[in-house]
């Protein structure tokens, strides 16, 4: 078996185009591998701002061959009266390189088997791995030089091995070779790889540690390390770790400070200038933020004093200007802007941001009313919670809405429940992020999502593969977990048709917005429990969350093949019968009563666990009933009536889930 490295080295590529690349590289190699029936044992991709590389372990030499059926022209054009080969058959033969003896006749057709050879891994790789470096997708994509051809950066050089022999390729104007290059301030400026077991370790005696997931760890390691010098612990996120790892080839901590003055200021005014807009990682003593950060540098050297000078330099006009906009926005109350969200648009023939507001005032109104909650904090929650929005500090650093507008809330007086309220109303921010504690935050958060997905869809913008306006898949998600953290009771049927009421343009798509909440709640559970089983129960699932979930739990427990069987023949027979009146008169045999008395006494409620006991208790009598029973007899009275008694059943199964399902 062999080994295949082909790095592409480039100019700096852009941070957010590289976590794209490694995942397009690994699934296009790949693909390009089974198509050509080439074994291999994995596909490996490595990737540095300076670099997109990748090895194939375990590669055969050459693919495997295939038999192939092909298909010919109808026997009778083929052939003639005689049984001679017509020029339809001949110029099949011709045209696929067969022998007489190779033809055989199958369903009144010719056919062949043909054998298409394997082939060799070098030429595969040769004449397929230039266009798939061609395909890879990103934006910004550019030209240079006199080339045509466009890539996310210039590309420098090419390496191209299978084992310790070249394979020669080229991409736009780069002939690959041997050769390759280390760190941009590694001494030795360019060197040979003999072969691809050696990538990792040679790269890494030249300053580039290519493994993104080892580079990632470093970073935590050395942030941590640096941190506890100073008794305090890194703050950092999963954005900055990619960032900061996609940023550097070699990672190297330096610890710069900047003025305490600044430390007045909101602490997630500093923490977002360093984390977001410098990726820097601040660091917290005791709970507290201090005046020291950490960056990571991509520096090969001794010379730190000047990053740190640099760094301060900068921080510290970013910090001044946080400052500025601080002092200027705080000079009124924060309820004083909300009037100013008339100058935004939120969405185009949706209204105004201020028209926003007032909808989730009136949605949060309605949402208090459902949970018997007051609702006069919370409303006020929903007023303020998007106040932020017309000030000069988050039309800077736009990453603090919510935060900041809790700031300033809190400055204003208001009282804290709603401080916190406009906070978590953004809440939660991704799919693993924590969801909002305080009711404010709950009912202000669902009321500004629903909206949100309501005006997305009425616009006719509802998500795609590739498309998600506004974050509406995030915002349902937001919704569903914010109501089952929190054991919320809110029929979100009801609320899906409030808030299209109060949209400006009307459109008659809340049966859309069920099935898109619907299929994300199945995506969100379909870890912890079956799909057949979420789906089974999908129903009755917007009525409440929470007693979905309850029902799901007594579903997925379902062993008795004698319950699924009696509910589906329930389900066929009456898949297109309209509910009648059931009329005991006309009942002939015993089996007809006795399962009449046995559905009424089945009584509808939430104890799903003795639901279930119930449905599997009435067996004995759908069994008899069949057995007494033919279901459509020549009486037309008795038929509908037994098509009634049966109806009435299916309602009794489809109260706990869709059995067909199951």
């Known amino acids: 078996m062999s080994k295949y490295l082909l790095e592409i080295g480039t100019e700096e590529l852009p941070y957010r185009f590289i976590p794209s690349a490694i995942e397009q590289l690994k699934k296009s190699f790949e693909n390009l591998l ?5 074994d291999y044992s994995d596909v490996t991709v490595y990737a540095t701002p300076r670099r997109l590389a990748v090895i194939v372990d375990g590669l055969a030499k050459y693919g495997k061959d295939e038999v192939k059926t092909i298909k010919g022209p109808i026997k009778k054009v083929a052939y003639d009266e005689n049984g001679t080969l017509t020029p339809a058959g001949l110029g099949f033969c011709k045209k696929n390189s067969l022998d007489v003896n190779d033809l055989y006749v199958e369903a009144d057709y010719l056919h062949a088997k043909i054998t298409i050879k394997g082939q060799s891994v070098t030429e595969v790789l040769k004449n397929n791995v230039p266009e798939l470096i061609f395909k890879l997708q990103g934006t910004h994509f550019m030209r240079w030089g006199a080339n045509d051809e466009k890539f996310s950066r210039p590309i420098r050089w090419i390496v191209s091995l299978l084992d310790s022999e070249e394979v020669k390729i080229k991409i736009i104007d780069r002939e690959s070779s041997k050769t390759s290059r280390g760190h941009r301030f590694n001494k030795e400026k360019s060197f040979e790889i003999n072969n691809p077991d050696e990538y990792v370790e040679i790269m890494r005696r030249h300053n580039v540690i290519v493994n993104q997931e080892e580079r990632r760890d470093l970073i935590i390691k050395l942030a941590k390390q640096e941190a506890e010098k100073l008794g305090a612990v890194p703050y950092y996120t999963d954005d900055l770790l990619e960032e900061v790892t996609f940023i550097t080839e070699f990672p190297v901590p330096a610890v710069c400070s900047f003025d305490p003055v600044y430390l007045e200021i909101p602490e997630e005014v500093t923490v977002t200038v360093m984390a977001v807009h410098q990726r820097y990682f601040a660091l917290y003593k005791d709970g507290k933020l201090i005046n020291k950060f950490i960056t990571m540098t991509n520096y090969i050297g001794d010379n730190f004093e000047n990053i740190a000078a640099g760094n301060l330099r900068v921080i510290k006009a970013r910090l001044d200007d946080a400052v500025f906009f601080f002092k200027e926005d705080t000079a009124k109350p924060l309820a004083e802007y909300v009037e100013d969200l008339k100058g935004i648009t939120f969405q185009k023939g949706m209204g105004t941001m201020f028209d926003k507001a007032q909808r989730m005032v009136q949605l949060s109104r309605y949402l208090s009313d459902e949970i018997h909650a007051d609702s006069s904090d919370i409303e006020r929650t929903a007023l303020l919670a998007k106040a932020d929005l017309t000030t000069k500090l988050v039309f800077e650093f736009t990453e603090l809405q919510g935060f900041i507008g809790a700031d300033y809330a809190k400055v204003s007086g208001e009282k804290p429940n709603i401080v916190q309220g406009i906070k978590e109303h953004y809440f939660p921010l991704n799919a693993e992020s924590k969801t ?25 913008k509802k998500p795609t593969g590739s498309s998600d306006p ?51 709640l199945i995506i969100f559970l379909s870890e912890k429990y079956e799909k057949n089983v979420l789906e089974s129960c999908a129903k009755h699932a917007l009525n409440d969350l929470n007693s979905y979930i309850k029902r799901v739990e007594t579903v997925k427990q379902i062993n008795s093949a004698e319950l699924l069987e009696c509910a589906n023949r329930v389900l066929r027979i009456t898949k297109d019968v309209c509910p009648g009146e059931i009329k005991e008169a006309l009942f002939v045999e015993n089996s007809e009563k006795e399962l009449y008395n046995a559905v009424n006494q089945l009584e509808q409620n939430e104890n799903f666990d003795e639901y279930l006991n119930g449905l599997i208790n009435l067996n004995p009598y759908v069994v008899n009933f069949f057995n007494d029973v033919l279901v459509m007899d020549k009486n037309e009275s008795v038929k509908n009536n037994r098509l009634a008694l049966l109806t009435k059943l299916k309602q009794k199964y489809e109260y706990l889930t869709d059995f067909s399902l199951l």
């Open 34 to 38: 089974e198509i050509n029936k080439l």
């Open 470 to 520: 506004l974050g509406v898949r995030r915002a349902a998600l937001g919704i569903i977990r914010t109501i089952l953290d929190n054991k919320l009771k809110i029929n979100l049927n009801k609320l899906i048709e409030k808030s299209l009421y109060l949209l400006p343009v009307k459109k008659d798509c809340a049966d859309e917005i069920r099935e898109f909440i619907i299929q994300r």
């Open 436 to 460: 909002a504690k305080s009711i404010e935050g709950q009912i202000a958060g669902i009321a500004d999502k629903i909206d949100t997905i309501c005006a997305v869809f009425v616009d006719g």
